[in-house]
């Protein structure tokens, strides 16, 4: 059954008095990223409010892959089990040349990996399962049938002026989050502008209820016999919804190509040429064309940008919705801590650089996929066609057929990180996203859990392999640097597991990891001391818990608290 969302009412409510204290929080959106981060916000103590002009989370599914990041980020917001419920896990895919497989692919995937490397979920869906959890968190108020009209800069907030059904209404808001998709009214009303490329090639995206015996594997044609010139992707959805999506021909009138009839048609002759013998219908369709844009900056006076009211990236390799979410994750932790006081504004240019850079990484993948999916000239088209008419014979030309799917951005550069270096020789170097892995709790009765659940929400401390107490010393001294109220988790590590099972030391968790998959799956060294922030990034790594001082600069810089 195709996914039907929830209506959601109009609840009255008056405009901000002039002489009150502003909202902390507005969010301009109730997608996705603006969702994701209004829960993250209430997750840290902030309260918030979101305002959206529809009645209900999006029609249609929209997005539909969430990489395993996202799926960390979700875990953090309270409802990755949900989340593992709802969805479908994939791990491969398979492309194909006319009627011949040219490449066959898996995305990474590790013993002690917590999640799957990405699972489908149709966005409605994503969206609602985040509203139903906003509804039963303390903080957090969706605004249904609230259109922002613009947003107006003041001294020490933001004017924001929203149409109701009974009447405008303006709220004073210290932070506004502009979280309100590709065609943003907040971008708009302060007049900015993105920039960047547009392709040449047209996608018709549709949904389809289909009971195939397919396995969940991301599936591509090229110039498939069924639509020659064309290319068709296949993904499976929960609840035998199919997602096809196919490229038209630069002679392709969209107007007729979007009507059902059209739809019907070339995908009948696709499915027809598969083999089916299954009825299925047609649920839900759109036309979709590639972009990769950007505002030059996320922050302006106190206004912040997320998601694709922010940047656009293509579809091919998922990372629109995936690099949203990573936006949230960001955003939750940074405008926590400014509208808390333990971290003064500046910490919000992090924010902004971090993820215009992040940004950067993802259109770098997205366009080789993209080029490749849609090639825009005829010289493209000529090189495409040769890679895959050669790729069985010669197999490296493969890594150019790889849809390089969605993973997390590294922040090397941001002035967050400490001691990245050019050549670093290691697999994971400071600035890079320590990857989730199932640990070993040794204290109060052993048992298994996963490193981010260990670490919490705050600053981590994990040091490999090194002296509990030392590490509680080392930790309660970094505290002391920091503002009061910003937390620290220490995390020690034993290759033996006697010397794990002593007393519990306070805000300290002893991990046993005496089959030594932590250390390698950090690719570490014994005694080395890792400090991962909040969301999840690798700080700086120290060979050892002496050097952790390095981090002083760091916390002088960003970490002291600050003017609110
Ligand atoms: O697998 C891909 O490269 C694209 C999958 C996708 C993602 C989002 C929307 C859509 O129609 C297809």
Sequence with gaps: MYFTPHRHGFTPFASSPPDAAPEPVVIVGAGPVGLALALGLARRGVVVTVLESGDSVSYGSRAICLSRHSLEVLERL????????RSLPWTSGRSFHRDTEVLSFAMPHEDGDV?????????????????????????????????????????????????TPEGSRELRARWVIAADGARSTVRESLVLRMSGTSYEGRYVIADIHWRAPLPT?????????????????????????????????????????????????????HLD?????????????????????????????????????????????????????????????????????????????????????????????????????????????????????????????RELINPRQSGAT??????????????????????????????????????????????????????????????ADKVAALRARLAPGVGVRGLATSREAARVHGAALPETTLLDDSAETLARALDADFGEVFVIRPAGLLLGRFPDLEHLGRCDALADHVLRGGSR
Excluded at 78 to 85: C, D, H, N
Excluded at 150 to 160: I, Y
Excluded at 323 to 336: F, I, P, Y
Aim: contains cysteine.
């Design 78 to 85: 309270g409802v990755g089990e949900r989340f593992a419920e």
């Design 115 to 163: 999640r799957a490397p990405m699972v489908n979920i149709s966005q409605s869906e994503a969206e609602q399962i985040l509203v139903d959890e906003i509804e039963a968190t303390d903080h957090c108020t969706a605004r249904w049938r609230c259109r922002v009209l613009d947003c107006t800069e003041r001294d020490d907030h933001v004017g924001v002026r929203v149409e």
């Design 217 to 269: 594997e991301r599936r591509v044609w090229f110039d498939p016999p069924s639509n020659p010139g064309s290319t068709i992707i296949l993904h499976r959805q929960p609840a035998d919804i199919w997602r096809v999506d196919y490229q038209l021909g630069p002679d392709d009138d969209p107007e007729v190509e979007t009507t059902e009839e059209r739809i019907r048609e070339r995908i009948t002759r």
């Design 273 to 397: 040429w598969l083999g089916n013998t299954e009825p299925w219908t047609l649920e839900w369709s759109s036309l979709y064309r590639a972009h990769s844009s950007s505002l030059d900056s996320y922050l302006h006076g106190r206004v912040l940008f997320a998601g694709d009211a922010a940047h656009l990236v293509p579809i091919f390799g998922v990372r629109g919705l995936n690099s949203g979410l990573e936006d949230a994750d960001t955003l939750a932790w940074t405008l926590s801590s400014v509208v808390h006081g333990t971290a003064g504004p500046e910490l919000l240019r992090t924010y902004a650089a971090e993820r215009r850079a992040a940004w950067r990484q993802y259109v770098d993948q997205a366009e080789k996929s993209t080029l490749f999916m849609t090639p825009g000239t005829h010289g493209y088209a000529m090189t495409r066609d040769a890679v895959l008419t050669l790729a069985n014979r010669r197999p490296v030309l």
């Design 410 to 471: 590294h922040s090397r550069t941001s002035p967050l990180t400490v001691g990245a270096t050019e050549d670093e020789p290691r697999s994971l170097v400071p600035g890079d996203p320590v990857p989730d892995h199932a640990v070993r709790v040794a204290a109060g009765g052993a048992r298994t859990s996963g490193l981010n659940a260990e670490r919490g929400p705050d600053l981590a401390v994990l040091a490999l392999d090194s002296e509990p107490e030392a590490l």
